[in-house]
């Protein structure tokens, strides 16, 4: 065969759609595994019990943090399901002899998360759209890992986007594809130490290895956890209006080391922000919670973004409670089903006084609703005490605090009166629906803030 025709055939094979028949039993990988445990301030953490949960191996840190499992660790594979599916540049099709859930999220070369969602698939085919996972239009163009987990296994598999969505996609050659299978195997790493929370990260074999340093949250004596790592938002997840959940390519929500907190800025917004159809968004903190108590401190910053912020926008927040996953949001509504419990500062487009109830009914439907009295930017809570209390200065830090519960009553605080609920809600539920759990998330509305001492203490 000439050059040219070895060319042609490998183009080919390359743009056209990869076939696999896979079974969910396999030889086990071995990959080296090793890594630090450090405080937010990078102080070391020794003592640690480090557990690889599927291969039933542990240690402990070193007095430097470090741990390592030696070379040669086995990572498992999963019970045998038999499935094939093939990709091409905008599906992936999937034959499926049982009923499975599947989550495809779409990582970046350097490991990051830039896309995600979910299906649950009965069985028979299933021909299902890449888009909604897919790097944005107009992304950076580069090397991506589409990663399909499918019937407790992770299948990896590399890809190069041309910075048109879907359509730009190319994925790897069937070589390169079987391995990439063949590496993707997959265990839960734990990491449990007293007076902390636990760490649980996913291993894959292309986040194996070194591991980096790994950051422990201290718990208070009390209960209380700062949800803010001191370094990053590595346990956030935002969703902005016009954008795919996890893709904040203007830098709207951001780490704020001077004062210990988030930052919401829009220094990096251009053209116009779109008025009440605003490029508004959620940043949520990445655990299923039922019942907890959640603090903030915050103060507003100017200029608000300009042009085009929403009539409500000047000097408007919020802390968000009861919210759906974001990987599940579904038709890109300028916000998503939750509940606001409304942070203000006076003067405010959104009213005059604080701790208001909000829904997202405007915005979205089905959304988060709950039994109570009073309007969003006017809380006259017949049943709060400490309803109508006025909106604070917009430049001094001001502290709120919610008693949050699925059942019963959830309560609104406004430091230093933690006696006097502003706001008393109940009955949360999505739709028709009871809540079960929801997702707690703070909000960028077109002015600037800083959330600090965002603390949570979990109930039972």
């Not at 191996?57 to 086995?74: E, I, M, P, Q």
């Not at 540049?89 to 990051?112: M, R, Y």
């Not at 100017?302 to 912020?309: A, L, T």
């Amino acid at each position: 065969m000439g050059l040219k025709a070895e060319y042609l055939r490998v183009k080919l094979i390359t743009m056209g759609a990869l076939f696999f028949a896979a079974v969910l039993q396999a030889q086990a990988q071995t990959l080296d595994l090793k890594g630090r445990v450090v405080q937010a301030n990078g102080t070391p953490i020794s003592g640690a019990v480090v557990v690889l949960k599927t291969k039933k191996d542990s240690t402990v840190t070193a007095a430097d943090g470090t741990f390592g499992f030696g070379s040669n660790v086995s990572l498992g594979h999963g019970a045998g399901i038999a499935f094939k599916y093939s990709l091409d540049a905008g599906f992936l099709a999937i034959d499926l002899n049982t009923p499975l859930d599947l989550q495809v999220e779409i990582v970046d070369g350097a490991g990051h998360l830039q896309g995600r969602m979910n299906r649950q698939l009965g069985q028979g085919h299933h021909r299902i759209a890449l888009d909604d996972a897919m790097p944005a239009s107009k992304g950076d163009a580069g090397l991506f890992f589409l990663r399909m987990r499918l019937g407790g296994e992770t299948f990896t598999h590399p890809f190069y986007n041309s910075g048109n969505g879907s359509t730009g996609s190319v994925f790897a050659p069937p070589a390169r594809m079987a391995a990439a299978k063949s590496a993707a195997t997959v265990d839960t790493l734990r990491i449990r130490k007293s007076g902390y929370q636990d760490i649980v990260k996913e291993i894959t074999s292309y986040t194996a290895g070194n591991l980096g340093d790994l950051t422990m949250t201290a718990v208070s004596a009390d209960g209380w956890v700062n949800l803010f790592n001191g370094k990053d938002l590595s346990n956030w997840t935002p969703l902005i209006h016009q954008s795919k959940v996890g893709i904040d390519t203007s830098n709207t929500f951001r780490p704020d080391l001077e004062n210990n907190g988030i930052r919401v800025s829009y220094d990096k917004y251009t053209g116009d922000f779109g008025g009440g159809n605003c490029k508004c968004g959620l940043l949520y903190y990445n655990k299923l919670l039922t019942n907890y108590r959640i603090r903030v401190t915050y103060r507003f910053f100017e200029p608000q973004v300009m042009p085009g912020p929403p009539s409500w926008g000047k000097n408007n927040s919020g802390l968000m409670i009861f919210g759906i996953d974001p990987a599940k949001v579904t038709g890109d509504p300028v916000y998503p089903p939750i509940m606001e419990i409304q942070i203000l500062g006076n003067p405010s487009g959104g009213g005059s006084t604080n701790g208001n109830y909000c829904d997202m009914g405007s915005f979205v439907n089905p959304t988060i609703t709950a039994t109570h009295t009073g309007s969003c930017g006017n809380n006259k809570d017949s049943k709060a005490p400490g309803s109508g209390k006025p909106s604070p200065q917009p430049d001094v830090w001001t502290t709120l605090e919610a008693d949050v519960h699925i059942t019963g009553d959830t309560k609104v605080y406004q430091w230093p009166d933690t006696t006097n609920a502003v706001l008393i809600v109940s009955n949360p539920k999505y739709g028709s629906q009871a809540v079960t759990g929801g997702y707690l998330a703070l909000q960028s509305e077109s002015q600037p803030i800083v959330f600090k001492d965002i603390l949570l203490k979990e109930l039972p």
